[in-house]
T-cell receptor
Framework: KQEVTQIPAALSVPEGENLVLNCSFT??????LQWFRQDPGKGLTSLLL?????REQTSGRLNASLDKSSGRSTLYIAASQPGDSATYLC????????????FGAGTRLAVHP | DTAVSQTPKYLVTQMGNDKSIKCEQN?????MYWYKQDSKKFLKIMFS???????INETVPNRFSPKSPDKAHLNLHINSLELGDSAVYFC?????????FGPGTRLTVL
């Protein structure tokens, strides 16, 4: 049974710092790995999706990497801004189809001016 | 022009009551989902429908019954509500691998 873990649970950084959020999963037979952002009181917004055959994906200041063999993914945020403050969730999609996502508990990020 | 909408946004009710949450998506997606996010913020899938057909049914009490009248709607009916049902319930839809989430319904059972 797939388990997804995210560390740290919370992170507070000054504006401008580069930071890394970590995600690990127990079953490497994944279809893809996804990163989402959740703002307080709102739904999730998809940030990046890495297929199992890929090593990384980039979108603006965000870069996500995937190492299936070690069961790890990282989300790198460059030059953090206060608007990046949110909870970041990673989720693995298993290879059984039906887009079933298994989520980690998230990392709550606060970027202060 | 909301992509995935849910009603109501907040729901406060007594134990033992029956309640429904509605979800609609205007993205033309074939697949819709219900997730539960508990007080510890863990988000877990409950159900998934593809073209009105149930394809994922996790270990959920049978007091929870999803209903999909058409591809654009997936409603969640909950019978005999219990304290442990208090959570935020999210609806989502997808085409290919990207899922689009609604704003959530915060259910509080007293």
């Amino acid at each position: 049974k797939q388990e997804v873990t995210q560390i740290p649970a919370a992170l507070s950084v000054p504006e401008g710092e580069n930071l890394v959020l970590n995600c690990s999963f127990t079953d490497s037979a994944i279809y893809n790995l996804q990163w989402f952002r959740q703002d307080p009181g709102k739904g999730l917004t998809s940030l990046l999706l890495i297929q199992s055959s890929q090593r990384e994906q980039t979108s603006g200041r965000l870069n996500a990497s995937l190492d299936k063999s070690s069961g790890r993914s990282t989300l790198y945020i460059a030059a953090s801004q206060p608007g990046d403050s949110a909870t970041y969730l990673c989720a693995s999609e298993d290879s059984g189809g039906y887009n079933k996502l298994i989520f980690g508990a998230g990392t709550r990020l606060a970027v202060h001016p | 022009d909301t992509a995935v909408s849910q009603t109501p946004k907040y729901l406060v009710t007594q134990m033992g009551n029956d309640k429904s949450i509605k979800c609609e998506q205007n993205l033309g997606h074939d697949t819709m989902y219900w997730y539960k996010q508990d007080s510890k913020k863990f988000l877990k899938i409950m159900f998934s429908y593809n073209n009105k057909e149930l394809i994922i049914n996790e270990t959920v009490p049978n007091r929870f019954s999803p209903k999909s009248p058409d591809k654009a709607h997936l409603n969640l009916h909950i019978n005999s509500l219990e304290l442990g049902d208090s959570a935020v319930y999210f609806c989502a839809s997808s085409q290919a691998n990207t899922q689009y989430f609604g704003p959530g319904t915060r259910l509080t059972v007293l």
